[in-house]
């Protein structure tokens, strides 16, 4: 009984993924695999390249593990392609769905306080922040991950409100780069670098399928030219 748990464990999400991946259209299926082949196969590409460069300036002919290393892309490759897929199937519409709803509802105190909620949400939900965390020991995981996911939050409202209000996009990169360099002038160096990586990590593939999706949602209900191009940024 306890092997027929586990089993149930292991196999549910692989049979819940296949289904998913059976009623996608074909050309959605193409698209897919298409996209995250090219990505990943760059990827390893690189990675191989590297590793053998490395071989030949040690002399090296032959790397401990290389079968499992090879083993492992590939099984990256392929849950990737598949992590794409429910990313593609459910939270992009939901997404869409929530930023239309938010607007359509005319509240601005109801947009600003669920826009925040779910910036800060998504944040720390992402893998790539988790990982960080754990590699920086001079902060504590839950101080960076609250942090960057505040941060987040406060952004994401900014992008509604500038979505709305069609606050020009060229004009706030310029406003708020140059308040990055100015505090970058006055902090210390040691901090630079778990700043600017923090900054990276939020564009994982949690955070931006779904955000990228709420902006579409918000822009939506707007009928100017220009909406469209606010989805963005």
Not at 78 to 89: N, Q, R, S
Not at 129 to 145: K, Y
Not at 156 to 170: K, N, Y
Request: glycine residues 8%.
């Amino acid at each position: 009984s306890c092997w027929s748990g586990k089993k149930a464990l292991y196999f549910r999400p692989v049979s819940a993924t296949l289904y998913l991946w059976a009623a996608l259209p074909p050309g959605g299926r193409k698209r897919t695999m298409t996209m995250n082949t090219k990505k990943n196969v760059a990827m390893v590409l690189l990675v191989l390249s590297m590793l053998l460069w490395v071989m030949r300036k040690l002399n090296v002919l032959y790397v401990p593990g290389l079968s499992m290393i090879l083993l492992a892309v590939s099984m990256i490759i392929v849950g990737i392609m598949f992590f794409t897929l429910g990313a593609e199937m459910s939270m992009t519409p939901m997404g869409e769905r929530v930023g239309s709803m938010l607007t359509r509802s005319q509240n601005l105190f109801l947009i600003i306080g669920v826009g925040f909620l779910l910036g800060f949400l998504i944040t720390i939900s992402e893998p790539d922040l988790q990982v960080l965390a754990n590699q920086v020991p001079s902060i504590p995981n839950m101080t960076l991950i609250l942090s960057v996911a505040v941060g987040v939050g406060i952004f994401l409202v900014m992008a509604f409100l500038r979505m709305l209000l069609g606050i020009p996009l060229p004009r706030l990169l310029v406003i708020f780069y140059a308040a990055i360099f100015l505090l970058a002038a006055f902090v210390p160096k040691e901090f630079l670098s778990v700043a600017f990586d923090s900054g990276g990590v939020t564009t994982g593939p949690m955070t931006v399928p779904f955000i990228m999706a709420l902006g579409v949602g918000v822009s939506a209900i707007r009928s100017d030219r220009h909406a469209a191009d606010d989805s963005f940024g």
